[in-house]
């Protein structure tokens, strides 16, 4: 990959990085002030919780994509940027255009999402 396209890549990927760490860190300050309101009945409580659970999973969800975010940073800078983890093919552009952080080229991330090829961490 041609190291102007490289860098413009870095530059999104760095630029989500920040927004989901922000993010992350706003979600979980938010859970844990919705227990300090002092609740009085049952349906208080009730959404309460239900706003805790809600944003447990939001956290988690831009806890994981900040994750890939971070290995993708981390593939630029070890030069493997672009290829596929599991056949080490190029991923189509267009794919990285749409997802930067993605792992896998399309016929990969399909047997994947078959249950046809095992989940790697790189």
């Not at 990085?17 to 992350?24: D, F, G, H």
């Not at 349906?43 to 956290?59: C, I, P, T, V």
Request: glycine fraction near 4%.
């Amino acid at each position: 990959m041609e190291k102007k396209k490289l860098e413009q890549f870095k530059k999104r990927l760095e630029t989500r990085q920040v927004e989901l760490r922000r993010m992350v860190s706003k979600t979980e300050q938010d859970g844990r002030t919705a227990d300090d309101e002092a609740t009085q009945d049952i349906a208080d409580r009730a959404a309460s919780s239900y706003n805790k659970e809600f944003l447990f999973h939001q956290s988690n969800t831009d806890r994981q994509l900040l994750n890939m975010v971070e290995t993708a940073l981390d593939r630029i800078r070890e030069g493997s940027f672009g290829e596929c983890i599991s056949c080490g093919k190029e991923i189509n552009p267009k794919r990285l255009e749409a997802v930067p952080w993605t792992r896998h080229c399309i016929e990969c991330q399909e047997k994947l999402e078959q249950g046809l090829l095992e989940e790697t961490q790189k």
